[in-house]
């Protein structure tokens, strides 16, 4: 339960930071926006991280981890920032985050099918597929102009 009600609320909280990503980018231009999003961002976690874990878990460790790959979370981040606000600019809201949605089920199940990046490799389930075929039908649904 804890973990669908995360989920919600992370569900949420990306809708209203692409908008007021979108809307800021307006007025500063989108990679102004995403730098001060970023750093932000980096702000608030640096802050916690010293309140909350920082006996635990030192900085340095960040140099032992294996696959290096797992360190380009922040550059990722900063091109989804910046891909939900020209999306949310050119499309809107709603159906920026229906297509945002629908890639992010599409490669998440992939990414479990084929076992990538070491997530453990689950069985191809035709129900899994028809499901994704069943919410992108939604989305064409939600798009048409009756």
């Given amino acids: 339960m804890f973990g669908m009600i995360v989920a919600l609320v992370s569900g949420a909280l990306m809708s209203i930071q692409g908008i007021f990503n979108t809307q800021l980018t307006e007025k500063t231009g989108s990679w102004l926006t995403n730098t001060f999003v970023q750093l932000t961002?980096?702000?608030?976690?640096?802050?916690?991280?010293?309140?909350?874990?920082?006996?635990d878990a030192k900085f340095a460790?960040?140099?032992?981890?294996?696959p290096k790959y797992l360190l380009t979370g922040?550059?990722?981040?900063?091109?989804?920032?910046?891909?939900?606000i020209m999306g949310m600019s050119a499309l809107g809201p709603a159906k920026a985050v229906m297509l945002i949605v629908s890639a992010q089920l599409i490669v998440a199940y992939l990414i479990e099918v084929f076992g990538w990046f070491g997530v453990e490799k689950v069985g191809f389930d035709w129900m899994k597929l028809l499901g994704t075929g069943f919410f992108?039908?939604?989305?064409?649904?939600?798009?048409?102009?009756?």
Avoid: N, P, Q
């Fill in 41 to 55: 961002g980096f702000l608030l976690c640096l802050c916690i991280w010293m309140v909350k874990e920082r006996k």
């Fill in 136 to 146: 992108l039908a939604g989305i064409v649904l939600f798009k048409w102009k009756g």
């Fill in 61 to 66: 460790e960040l140099l032992t981890v294996e």
């Fill in 74 to 84: 922040g550059i990722l981040g900063a091109f989804i920032t910046f891909t939900v």
